[in-house]
């Protein structure tokens, strides 16, 4: 096994947020470029060695690669056997690149390297009458970014033509507006709600790959300040497993217990009621939910934890999912084309799993989904409740949480922004509001 070490997060800040007041646009991030490591350094100086680069053909195996290459039996047999320790040559991708790298003068391999994916190779080198295998994984850069901004029309333009942002690519930058859409989905609908004089503020932790591409990453700390009021959310993972959540800077979830909606970019093209013209029947019935329009095949999400409690036909509804959650919330998913991946009755689901697919199964005139939120057996129009809040920090973590907030609320205050006041300290204070301080200051 190549080692290869994994870099320690620099936290790169930067102390000129004060300075820039409220500019437009200030980013202090990525200020150390990943290390110039290519993934596969050579065994031995250069021109030692012929290279042949071949991809793998639709249905062709790794073994039919050797023997077109006409690598001899012995060679391409004990390559497959060290090949086997890493990776099953029998799931290699088509594509896959395969470098054979010969020695300069006659037939004889001397390496073979096999790039699984962006973030792995299995690197195959002659050992004397034998062959060993490496797994080399692209070593990958581990830092914080910065940024901030001013929002004049949509926040898709004011993140991606962020010029802090301007080294990442823009698939990166794209995967930025969404996870700001996902965290501050119930507070703030970007898409009807942002006005001129918003701005923005966050801190997330990334892998770098050496291209500059991002491997992972997450939110470590957010704001949006929409028409003067500041929503923030707080990443908090108390396992460490990586199954955190965002909180807001009083420990209370920045999330729902429902989605507003199982599919993300979709157009309302029916909504609840309890009387309308039906399209295909053409009589007054009442809608107990909401139709979402999507193309078949757009994957649904569950909106919220939950047992499936019903996946089959049923009726009008066509193919039909039914989640049962908490405290008597169930919700339904109709005229569906198919069935997420294991979705059956008693799967556990979590909130933006995916349980099925946009269909015309069932009494309808256009693909969409019929979504329905019902609680103790009674249907509500799920655009219209206050749907129930995410459970806070809790009690047992409240100390953690205490600390790590803190740092991550004063990441986000080294950029220029609204003051960010706390009031909560311990979340089993009487939540009723506390006696003013008598020192005043
Ligand atoms: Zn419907």
């Known amino acids: 096994m190549i080692q290869i070490p994994r870099l320690s997060p620099p936290l790169v800040l930067l102390g000129l947020a004060g300075a820039l007041g409220l500019a437009l646009l200030v980013g202090n991030q990525v200020s150390s470029r990943p290390p110039e490591v290519g993934p596969l350094e050579p065994v031995v ?130 995967l930025v507006v969404d996870w700001m859409d996902k965290v501050f989905q119930w507070q703030v609908d970007f898409s009807r709600q942002v006005r001129e004089g918003d701005s923005y503020r966050l801190t997330f932790e990334r892998e770098v790959r050496p291209d500059g591409s991002m491997r992972s990453g997450h939110l470590i700390a957010a704001e949006y300040v929409n028409q003067g009021t500041p929503y923030r959310a707080i990443w908090f993972d108390p396992n460490d497993d990586g199954d955190g959540t965002f909180y807001d800077e009083e420990g209370k979830s920045v999330r729902r217990a429902f989605l507003l909606k199982p599919i993300p970019l ?49 009726g009008d509804l066509g193919k039909l999912v039914e989640i049962r959650a908490p405290n008597g919330w169930v919700s339904r998913y109709g005229h569906l084309s198919g069935y997420g991946p294991g979705i059956r009755v008693g799967t556990r689901v979590r909130q933006s799993q995916i349980i099925g697919y946009v269909g015309m199964t069932g009494l309808t005139n256009g693909p969409h989904c019929h979504y329905e939120l019902r609680r103790n057996g009674v249907a509500l129009d799920p655009l219209s409740i206050n749907l129930p809040p995410g459970d806070p920090v809790p009690t047992s973590d409240w100390g953690r949480w205490a600390l790590e907030s803190e740092e991550r609320l004063t990441l986000l205050a080294t950029l220029p922004g609204p003051p960010i006041l706390r009031v909560a300290e311990n979340p089993d204070a009487d939540s009723s509001e506390s006696p003013p301080d008598p020192g005043g200051d």
Do not use: C
């Open 45 to 174: 100086a250069a021109p030692a060695e012929r290279l042949e680069v071949v991809h793998l053909q639709v249905g062709q195996t790794f073994g039919e690669v050797l023997q077109r290459a006409e690598v001899g039996w012995s060679d391409q047999n004990s390559l497959l056997l060290a090949f086997r320790e890493q990776a099953n040559p029998r799931r290699m991708r088509d594509g896959t690149r395969i470098t054979l790298r010969w020695y300069p003068e006659g037939d004889d391999l001397r390496g073979v390297d096999v790039t699984l994916s962006r973030d792995e190779t299995v690197r195959l080198l002659r050992d004397e009458a034998v062959w060993s295998s490496d797994l080399v994984r692209t070593p990958v850069w581990v830092d914080t970014v910065f940024v901030s901004g001013a929002v004049e029309s949509i926040l898709w333009n004011a993140v991606i033509d962020n010029p802090a942002l301007a080294d990442l690519p823009s698939r990166d930058r794209a």
């Open 266 to 314: 979709s157009r309302i093209s029916s909504r609840y009621s309890n009387a309308r013209l039906h399209p295909i029947l053409n009589t007054v019935r009442a809608h107990r939910g909401v139709d979402f329009a999507a193309p078949v095949g757009t994957p649904i999400q569950a909106t919220s934890d939950g047992v499936v409690v019903y996946a089959d036909r049923k």
